[in-house]
């Protein structure tokens, strides 16, 4: 009678252990299609298969669905749709600050992926460069300053809340882009402003972002501090650049710029780090024998360490997220205009934007708190895993004890060892880096050509034209996978 009242224990943990390791199998990720299509010069395509996986996201990934499905728009010059996707993720980013009790409880016992991914404060900002883009690619200035208000609203709410001076407080590149703007509108002080503050940022940023200021901003600085009148300012930065060349604002506004953005490489992918933590002398061993040293675990791993380690039952895994790298292989694109008389006007590109550097630093100062968490939640498993034990032998007696508590221990433990892992999620389709060309030109017609350095592709090749008048700023955007 014992046994019998017992058996639904045991066989309902084992159900749940063998459809969750079932889960463990190997799939086609979405951004391997995502990214051939890419690859292929195909942007457009990428964009469909986000939309098509809308409901392989799932509910708690609304941010992140919004946010994959505006930048594979935008590279797909669909700037339109790429904004009403980014302001959808952008609301929904709103509407997170608050969460229930009860995800919360869900995501401590099992992890944060039961959680809505709400994105990381530089995925924030990212949002309103890439909207920003949008409206400047279309033409459209005035819409892209909205969009640069918001930017600093943001960073500046971001510095509140940051106390720490070496913390993403700020953005250099966001700031230099509002620069580069607010001086396309004609608001030259503002474009000051915002050119100081993207050089403060850089220089903030350094330490980390292993990315300096571009040096076009020495001339943005030397250009606006003369044209304002700021002769104090003016002195200092000439004094500080001893070797730029660059055009006053008089020449500047009988000029036209044509800004080339180019997202460079991949966004670093997060994949699981596992501790196998042994609480006795003989799972030391077991876990020595069977992991070593290695924190990497492959799918099929997963299963078989799920079954070793609850047999063993006295070993607790924790997952923590760990950042891959997938660095850009392209230092730097040139840019060439054509008018119809073959002049030529050549510029090449500088790195205005370490997106692997902010993720990585991102991490890193939330990992205290992460490992923190990992460790409570992995604990709570164990001694809830033990109390089924134990429960399970005192329900089916002496004789039955054993062999009940072994069973009981294989799934409650197994399970709890084959549902630990990180939350991987974030904004892969971002690339690893930003470069920016700007060419200042006499207006006309020119034919434009980007070519990557060394042997990488674009994902569009083809030359295209662009008409440019007096004071205008007409913005490119590219896309480079190696």
Same mark, same amino acid.
């Given at each position: ?24 199998g ?14 292929a ?12 996986s ?7 990934n ?24 980014l302001?959808?993720?952008e ?8 969460? $229930? ?12 992926? $039961?959680? %809505? ?45 940051v ?21 396309a ?6 474009a ?12 903030a940023m350094?330490? *980390?972002?292993?990315?300096?200021? %571009? ?30 060349? *660059?055009? %006053? ?7 036209a ?11 670093p ?14 799972a ?46 392209v ?49 709570t ?17 002496k ?42 030109? %006499? ?8 070519r ?18 007096p ?12």
């Amino acid at each position: 009678m014992r046994w019998s009242a017992i058996t639904p224990i045991p066989c309902a943990f084992l159900l749940a252990a063998s459809i969750l390791l079932a889960g463990c199998g190997p799939a086609v990720s979405r951004y391997s299609l995502i990214e051939r299509s890419l690859l292929a010069g195909d942007p457009a395509q990428a964009a469909v298969i986000v939309e098509r996986s809308e409901e392989e996201y799932g509910p708690k990934n609304r941010v992140l669905y919004g946010m994959d499905r505006g930048m594979t728009l935008h590279l797909a010059r669909d700037y339109r749709q790429s904004t009403i996707a980014l302001e959808q993720a952008e609301d929904v980013v709103e509407r997170l600050y608050t969460r $229930t009790i009860r995800s919360e409880t869900a995501a401590f016992l099992t992890s944060d992926n $039961t959680l %809505p991914y709400e994105g990381d404060a530089y995925e924030h900002v990212m949002i309103n460069v890439v909207k920003a883009l949008n409206y400047a690619a279309r033409g459209d200035v005035t819409e892209a300053l909205v969009e640069a208000r918001r930017l600093d609203h943001r960073l500046n709410v971001l510095s509140d809340r940051v106390k720490e001076s070496s913390g993403y407080r700020n953005d250099g590149f966001a700031r230099y882009l509002s620069g580069i703007l607010y001086e396309a509108a004609g608001d030259l002080n503002n474009a000051f402003i915002a050119y100081r503050n993207a050089f403060e940022a850089y220089e903030a940023m350094r330490k *980390w972002s292993r990315i300096s200021y %571009p040096p076009s901003l020495r001339g943005d600085l030397l250009c606006m501090t003369e044209a304002l009148g700021l002769t104090t300012e003016f002195e200092e930065y000439r004094t500080a650049f001893t070797d730029v060349e *660059w055009n %006053p604002a008089s020449v500047r506004r009988k000029l036209a710029q044509v800004v080339m953005i180019s997202y460079n490489g991949r966004a670093p992918r997060k994949e699981d780090r596992y501790l196998d933590l042994p609480i006795s002398l003989d799972a030391l061993q077991l876990v020595l024998l069977n992991r070593g040293l290695s924190q990497s675990v492959g799918r099929q791993d997963r299963a078989l360490d799920s079954v070793l380690y609850g047999l063993s039952g006295r070993v607790v895994r924790v997952a923590l997220p760990r950042l891959v790298p997938q660095k850009t292989q392209v230092p730097f694109e040139t840019m060439t205009l054509m008018d119809a008389q073959s002049r030529s006007y050549t510029v090449r590109s500088e790195p205005a934007h370490n997106l692997t550097a902010l993720a990585e630093k991102s991490l890193a100062d939330r990992m205290p708190a992460i490992t923190a968490k990992a460790l409570a939640r992995a604990a709570t498993k164990f001694s809830m895993a033990e109390g089924a034990v134990i429960g399970a032998q005192l329900a089916a007696g002496k004789d039955a004890a054993p062999w009940v508590g072994l069973l009981v221990g294989l799934a409650a433990k197994g399970l709890a060892v084959a549902s630990e892992e990180a939350d991987n999620r974030s904004w892969q389709t971002l690339p690893d880096e930003i470069h920016v060309a700007r060419a200042w030109v %006499p207006p006309g017609r020119y034919q434009v050509a980007i070519r990557p350095s060394g042997q990488a592709r674009a994902v569009r090749k083809e030359e295209e034209s662009v008409d440019v008048a007096p004071g205008q700023t007409v913005f490119l955007i590219r896309r480079v996978m190696q």
